[in-house]
């Protein structure tokens, strides 16, 4: 990569007090034009209780249409999974001290005319809500450099 640095950014903000902890990460990162990448999402609840939560994950631009075989069992993209539109999963009766990843695959645009210019940050944000209400977001970056 020619020396250059890599800032990897993850982050989490609780929102209420409903102790939902989520965390996002990104890989690989940085990735290459045309490359595909795994998006991992893991949901813990660390309270007592059993909690039902929704996970919503924006996706970025500059990625290509995520197949059915490319996200985890129950992913919900309305029309199709594209650059712009939410992925969402219910992650139903998640245990006290239990965690759960969902996930996708989403592929770096290869082609030249709508690729992303080298160095330019996917974000991928995720919500996680607990009884609709927004308890945690998470986050992780990766940066495109050239093959």
Excluded: K
Excluded at 65 to 88: L, M, Q
């Amino acid at each position: 990569m020619g020396g250059d640095e890599v800032t990897r950014v993850t982050s989490w903000t609780p929102l209420s007090d409903t102790a939902l902890l989520t965390t996002v990460e990104v890989n690989p990162d940085p990735a290459q034009w045309g490359e595909l990448m795994t998006v991992n999402i893991t949901v813990t609840n660390p309270t007592q209780s059993p909690i039902t939560a929704d996970v919503l994950l924006l996706l970025p631009a500059w990625i290509e249409t995520i197949g059915s075989v490319n996200r985890s069992e129950g992913a919900v993209c309305g029309a199709s999974c594209v650059a712009g539109s939410t992925v969402s999963w219910v992650v139903e009766d998640l245990g006290a001290g239990e965690s759960e990843v969902v996930w996708v695959r989403p592929q770096v645009t290869p082609f030249t005319s709508s690729r992303p210019p080298l160095g330019s940050l996917l974000p991928f944000e995720a919500e996680v809500r607990a009884t609709n209400e927004v308890t945690q977001q998470a986050g992780d970056t990766t940066r495109v450099y050239a093959p």
